[in-house]
């Protein structure tokens, strides 16, 4: 895999790094790339792919926490593969500032230059290791404090009850002491899992799946082993023998379809008693990718309805109702609905005594849009939207508003129910400091319900 160019922009616009490893696209690159992104309006989709070509270049680009990571280049390459190059260098970008932000990059540009220089040469990839880039780069970083403008990254949202986490889990750099120049020996383990769920339009779940990850980030020096328990009732493989050929999947239990392994984990025991050993890297990286289509409770409920309210109105009506626990609660809870292209106007009406929530009608993409700070577990919310159409409408309304589709983050808890029973630090060392619980978040991956 060759690419040409390599840059991250922000939000605005503005060049915060650039390395241009071939010279065989013109310098004026990045203005190209965000002038087409900003103002993408092909195939009616109002954001532009991850991957399009202009003047016979080809861009790939991923946004991580507000930031474009972009890659140019003129020859045919595999487009998932560079998007995994531009997701791993963000990870080893974080890993050494601790913070990935515009701030962090600006203070740390010569330490992220070496970085690049290192992980790619000539176009070519030569690493993203963490473990083996540390041999090779001996800038320190200089550590910038978490702004709160920053989008929230996943892991860090756990605030349930009196436990939380230190906000060093996920904000500091692998390779800076802390003030004293001891180093705090700590790992953290987070479970993520991204949901997809469709709902029929009264209400039946038509298509529901679930892509998790057990995400590991070390700390701890001296590279011990590490023992790490799941379920006992885990099972792979939907039918007969998994896929791994590890035990039959016929009993009940959490059965995942399948799952992959990063490359420093071993399975000697993982069929008898579930257990996964390995000798973590520096840094953030996956211990285990999985995907579950087994039936599954959704955490939360849509039903939408729409009708004539007259010769130019019609009536929208969106119920959400919680089906968690009501000591775990949703965060950042977005909900939009595409509405007929020739809808002029839209009025709100929330419940009594709604808080911590906003409506809006973005006229421009006939888009309407539903924000909630937060959702308590078992609790319901009902949106009613008046809408006012410039033209009578003809045929069936539901056909041309809609589906509904909805993004959250829920801490604190996972739909799978795959669990971490114990993690284990096979050296001993009273300087080791494993946390006693494991984080776990829900995301809405695609979750969509139709009229």
């Not at 280049?73 to 515009?102: C, F, H, M």
């Not at 016929?250 to 059965?255: A, D, K, L, T």
């Not at 007259?310 to 775990?328: H, N, Q």
Request: charged share 25%; glycine share 6%; hydrophobic share 40%.
């Amino acid at each position: 895999m060759m690419i040409s160019q390599f840059f991250v922009l922000s939000q605005r616009g503005d060049n915060i790094v650039f390395r241009d490893y071939r010279a065989e696209v013109p310098k004026g690159s990045t203005e190209t790339f965000f002038r087409k992104v900003k103002f993408w309006k092909e195939d009616g989709n109002a954001e532009a792919p991850p991957i399009f070509n202009v003047d016979g270049v080809n861009y790939f680009h991923v946004k991580v926490v507000g930031l474009y990571f972009v890659a140019t280049t003129r020859v045919n390459v595999s487009p998932s593969l560079v998007l995994e190059l531009l997701q791993r260098i963000a990870r080893v970008i974080k890993d050494y500032l601790g913070v990935l932000n515009e701030d962090s990059f600006r203070k740390n540009f010569v330490l992220v230059y070496e970085l690049l220089d290192e992980v790619i040469d000539f176009g070519y990839v030569q690493t993203t290791s963490t473990e083996v880039l540390k041999s090779y780069v001996f800038n320190e970083p200089i550590v910038v404090a978490p702004t709160r403008l920053q989008p929230i990254d996943p892991a860090a949202i756990f605030t349930q009850g009196a436990k939380r986490m230190p906000g060093t889990a996920v904000t500091k750099s692998v390779v800076a002491n802390d003030p004293g120049g001891r180093r705090r020996e700590e790992i953290f383990v987070d479970i993520i899992e991204k949901i997809s769920v469709t709902f029929s339009s009264s209400g039946y779940i038509l298509t529901s799946e679930i892509d998790g990850t057990i995400q590991m980030k070390s700390y701890l020096s001296g590279n011990p082993e590490i023992r790490l328990a799941l379920n006992e009732d885990l099972n792979i493989g939907r039918g007969g023998r998994s896929v791994y050929d590890y035990r039959s999947s016929s009993g009940s239990g959490v059965i995942l379809d399948d799952c992959n392994f990063h490359e420093s984990v071993r399975l000697d025991s993982f069929d008898s008693d579930r257990t996964l050993s390995l000798v973590p890297p520096d840094g953030e990286f996956p211990v285990m990718n999985y995907r579950m289509t087994q039936e599954f409770k959704p955490p939360f409920h849509v039903n939408t309805l729409i009708e004539e309210a007259g010769r130019l109105k019609a009536e929208v009506i969106i119920k959400i109702r919680a089906e968690f626990p009501s000591d775990i609660v949703a965060n950042t809870i977005i909900v939009q609905m595409p509405l007929p292209n020739y809808t002029s106007r839209a009025s709100f009406e929330l419940e009594p005594g709604a808080a911590g929530q906003r409506t809006d009608f973005k006229e421009s993409s006939k888009m309407l849009e539903w924000g909630l700070k937060k959702i308590v577990g078992g609790a319901e919310h009902t949106l009613r939207a008046k809408l006012t159409f410039s033209q009578e409408f003809h045929g069936n309304i539901t056909k041309e508003a809609g589906p509904v589709s909805m993004t959250f983050t829920i801490p604190m808890y996972n739909v799978s129910k795959l669990q971490v029973k114990y993690l284990q630090i096979a050296k001993k060392s009273s300087s080791y400091n494993p946390y006693r619980w494991v984080r776990y978040v829900t995301q809405a991956n695609s979750y969509v319900a139709r009229i």
